[in-house]
């Protein structure tokens, strides 16, 4: 049973395609019982964000995950196959330690995508789709995760697609403090994003959301309003800044509803940043003279500013990876033996309790206990060795391989004193 990495990400498709391949939390569960309950994979998990979609498992044929994404996803097969990756066994390993340390992530040691592949474990684990290799994994990709951030200096200097989205702002604008900012969505992102604009303190600051309580309970910690998502449509106007990032599968702020909006402005700009996959602002939208419109490829450029900074730490990180990697592969062949010593040990156990038995038969017979005793180390000795002695006898032109396996086995020294006074 092979241990694999199915994905897509950042560095291997546009935005085009990774929107068409994402899921979103509410719909992973019910994914992975299709995943693993049909039969694909023995163990499971998914992951995906903004940058990436990545399948976790354990079984017999990676294409099977491939063709289960293409079928789930209702995207032909040949038109993802080019920007997928399957990274195998030890480089499965590697690649989720890669991951969750932020060595793989367009912002060098971001700490989003950690938290991101605990929520992923916490709902595969939920969906019975985590067995105990994929648990295993998990579990030791934070464990390398927090040595690389406290070992190293892979953290500092981070710029967070939020950073990113306030620097982009400034650029426009000069300052936050005179403009209204929306944000669409009341999700991580946008939390970090409310998080990052109430810093420069604007003007006005509003969250719409499909739930509007949801929406109030984070936008009163800035001093904020909250309205509902339909609300948009009739407010858009107002707003010199939308940042944007729900789970939609559709595109909730269109065309024509942004060309409304720049001609009830006089044609004062918009600065627009849609963080959703699959996108929340249809694409012709960024093709208005008075709309700034960013998506989360197009914020590389900003978050890309600090990789000098902290790209001296990579060397130390990626040290820190390859000597965990080694760690867990060595737990895994340790695990792949397992049923072999069960059944070793099953098998000296009904050996034992077969002499026991017969050793109780004689007792209850009235023979002397330490003849008994004798007979049973006697009898115990020679079918435990029975085994390896017929393989030596056996072994022909391998007997050198096979005294050597045996030796190794018992633990025994050819030069041992006991050894000599026999010879």
């Known amino acids: 049973m092979a241990l694999f990495t199915l994905g897509i990400n950042h560095r291997t498709a546009p935005l085009t395609v990774r929107e068409q391949v994402a899921f979103h939390t509410e ?19 998914i992951l995906s964000t903004c940058n990436r979609t990545e399948l976790y498992c354990q079984a017999e044929d990676p294409r099977a995950a491939a063709s289960w994404l293409s079928e789930y996803r209702r995207v032909p097969l040949p038109e993802i196959e080019p920007y997928l990756y399957t990274h195998p066994d030890r480089e499965a390993v590697r690649h989720a330690f890669r991951v969750a340390s932020g060595l793989d992530s367009m912002v060098l040691g971001e700490p989003q995508i950690l938290g991101q592949m605990k929520e992923a474990a916490r709902i595969a684990r939920e969906a019975g789709s985590l067995g105990a290799t994929l648990d295993k994994l998990f579990q030791q990709s934070f464990s390398v995760a927090k040595d690389v951030r406290s070992g190293t200096a892979i953290g500092a200097n981070i ?72 609300e948009v449509a009739e407010r858009l106007a107002e707003f010199d800044i939308v940042v944007s990032c729900t789970a939609s599968q559709l595109p909730i702020i269109g065309l024509g509803l942004v060309e409304r909006a720049i001609r009830a402005r006089r044609h004062r700009p918009i600065f627009m940043v849609d963080l959703a996959v699959p996108r929340d602002v249809e694409m012709e939208v960024g093709q208005l003279d008075d709309i700034f419109l960013y998506t989360v490829d197009d914020l590389s450029e900003i978050v890309q500013s600090g990789k000098e900074a902290r790209q001296s730490a990579v060397s130390e990180a990626e040290a820190i990876v390859d000597l965990r990697v080694d760690d867990f592969l060595q737990w895994l062949r340790t695990r792949e033996v397992v049923p072999l010593i069960r059944v070793l040990r099953e098998n000296a156990e009904i050996m034992r309790s077969q002499e026991m038995e017969h050793a109780l038969k004689r007792l209850a017979g009235g023979e002397a206990p330490a003849a008994v005793l004798e007979q049973l180390s006697r009898r115990l000795t020679n079918k435990y060795l029975h085994a390896p002695t017929q393989a030596l006898n056996q072994s022909g032109d391998k007997q050198g391989e096979m005294r050597a396996l045996v030796s190794r086995l018992f633990n025994l020294h050819h030069d041992s004193p006991t050894h000599t006074e026999r010879s």
Do not use: W
């Not at 992975?32 to 499971?44: I, K, R, S, T």
């Not at 967070?160 to 000069?174: D, P, Q, Y």
């Not at 939390?191 to 959301?209: D, E, M, R, Y």
């Open 159 to 230: 710029v967070s697609m939020a950073a990113a989205s306030v620097h982009l702002a400034e650029r426009i604008f000069g300052s936050i403090a005179q403009q209204n900012v929306l944000f669409i969505g009341a999700g991580e992102m946008i939390g970090l994003c409310v998080t990052h604009f109430a810093a420069q303190q604007p003007k006005k600051l509003v969250i719409a959301n499909r739930t509007v309580d949801r929406g109030r309970e984070m936008a009163e910690k800035y001093g904020g309003a909250a309205i509902r998502l339909e």
């Open 27 to 45: 719909e992973l569960r019910r994914a992975l019982d299709d995943l693993a309950g049909g039969g694909h994979v023995l163990e499971a998990a």
